[in-house]
């Protein structure tokens, strides 16, 4: 990170922010290109590490990168502001960010499909306790993405 004095360590801080937001912007590499996905996310946190889970369709270019190219990035950002100024120039913005790489995998098991959903569910409601029944489980992919590296920032 290029600007030390805007790294978050503090563990604390970093969930806080990560329990507040509900967007995770996936980065795929598709041969050559890049495809970037907005998701609402779930998440555990466990010993450092995270754990982000969301859903999709069982088809589509999305599902088919996860499967044959699973080294993904990944962004959240938030608390945004603008700092306004007398000039142009002056402008700047306050915010808080993460960035980082991970892998992802695609879950399977029924029971351990419906925990995913239901921490992306508590994500986005602030509930959890959800039920699914079999055929909505099967009918949707569910992704969890384990991070590799994650630095956070604020300003």
């Known amino acids: 990170m290029r600007r030390n004095d805007r790294e978050i360590t503090d ?23 890049i ?3 907005p998701v609402n996310y779930g998440y555990i ?4 590490e995270y754990r982000f889970f969301f859903h999709g369709a069982r088809a589509g270019r999305k599902y088919e ?12 950002d ?8 007398e000039t142009a120039c002056g402008f700047s913005a306050q915010f808080q ?22 921490c992306v569910m ?6 959890s306790g959800w039920t699914y029944s079999g055929s909505e489980l099967e009918a949707v ?6 991070a590799d590296k994650m630095s956070c920032k604020a300003k």
Do not use: C, H, M, W
């Open 122 to 127: 508590k994500q986005v409601t602030g509930r």
């Open 141 to 146: 992919a569910v992704f969890e993405l384990t």
């Open 35 to 37: 495809y970037i996905v």
């Open 97 to 118: 960010s993460a960035i980082g790489t991970g892998r992802l995998r695609l879950i399977e098991d029924a029971d351990e499909k419906a925990a995913a959903l239901d």
């Open 78 to 85: 938030g608390r945004y502001k603008v700092l306004e100024s």
């Open 65 to 76: 990168l996860a499967k044959s190219s699973p080294t993904v990035g990944f962004e959240i």
């Open 11 to 33: 563990s604390s801080a970093i969930e806080a922010f990560i329990a507040g937001e509900q967007i995770i912007r996936v980065a795929f590499y598709d041969g050559g290109d």
């Open 45 to 48: 946190a466990e010993n450092g």
